[in-house]
């Protein structure tokens, strides 16, 4: 059987799940209430603490899912989020519309990664 690593783990979820070399997020989110630009940009950085705190880094991101709460951020999102990695280590990337925990959330990403 191989081994299951949790992390920061609550009675509804685990922010960090290691399964062999795989690293696997809960969705991140930025500040309730700012702009999808300021949340894109938080979203990530809390993205890449918790990579970096499960041996992984922005580098190693196999596949995200973006969800908007309203596709005609989709420009602003992607304006940071382009601007966030090097040339090369785009991801897999669906994107689409969903109705998110709270009405001020803009944008929340889940995201897979490798191990370094």
Same mark, same amino acid.
């Given at each position: 059987m191989t081994q299951i690593i949790r992390k920061h783990t *609550? &009675? $509804?979820?685990?922010? !960090? =799940? !290691?399964? *062999?070399? @795989?690293v696997y997020l809960c969705g991140q989110v930025g500040v309730a209430g700012t702009s999808v630009a300021e &949340? @894109? #940009? %938080?979203a +990530? $950085? $809390? =993205?890449? #603490? +918790? +990579? +970096? %705190?499960?041996?992984?880094d922005k580098n190693h991101i196999l596949q995200t899912t973006v969800w908007l709460a309203d596709m005609k951020d989709f420009a602003e999102m992607n304006a940071v989020w382009d601007a966030w990695f090097e040339e090369g280590f785009q991801p897999a990337r669906a994107c689409g519309e969903a109705a998110l925990a709270r009405p001020e959330l803009k944008v929340e990403l889940l995201v897979t990664a490798a191990v370094k």
């Open positions: *609550n &009675q $509804r979820m685990s922010k !960090i =799940v !290691i399964h *062999n070399d @795989t &949340q @894109t #940009a %938080e +990530l $950085r $809390r =993205v890449e #603490a +918790l +990579l +970096l %705190e499960a041996g992984s």
